[in-house]
Nanobody, 127 residues
Framework: QVQLMESGGGSVQAGGDLRLSCTVS????????IGWFRQAPSKEREGLAT????????NYADSVKDRFIISRDDTRPTIYLEMSLLQPEDTGMYFC????????????????????WGPGTQVTVSS
């Protein structure tokens, strides 16, 4: 059974940094795309970044590609999202998710391409 759990959210002032973690269980890490997503208040969920752990392929939304880095921990089943120069508009609930099957198209960062979701972690950026 696939399970994902986010952590690392919190409150930070504008210009600050945070690192989010996504712990993946179910022995799926490797050949399933993992993505990070954000849902701001009263807005639709949006894709931020994806990684295909087997080969390190990464994809980013244009809105975050210069400030966010997605990476994999080589020693544990964890995917990170390192966020820098955070702004109030980055406030929202952050989720990680994975595909239903192996070998999916990791270049598609739309939320609807992902089937298994964690419960999310809140990030609040104050001005």
């Amino acid at each position: 059974q696939v399970q994902l759990m986010e952590s690392g959210g919190g409150s930070v002032q504008a210009g600050g940094d945070l690192r989010l973690s996504c712990t993946v269980s179910g022995h799926i890490l490797g050949r399933r795309c993992i993505g990070w997503f954000r849902q701001a208040p009263s807005k639709e969920r949006e894709g931020l970044a994806t990684i295909y752990p087997a080969d390190g392929e990464r994809n980013y939304a244009d809105s975050v590609k210069d400030r966010f880095i997605i990476s994999r921990d080589d020693t544990r089943p964890t995917i990170y999202l390192e966020m820098s120069l955070l702004q109030p508009e980055d406030t929202g609930m952050y989720f990680c998710a994975t595909h239903d099957q192996k070998y999916g198209d990791c270049s598609d960062i739309r939320p609807e391409a992902f089937s298994h979701w964690g419960p999310g972690t809140q990030v609040t950026v104050s001005s």
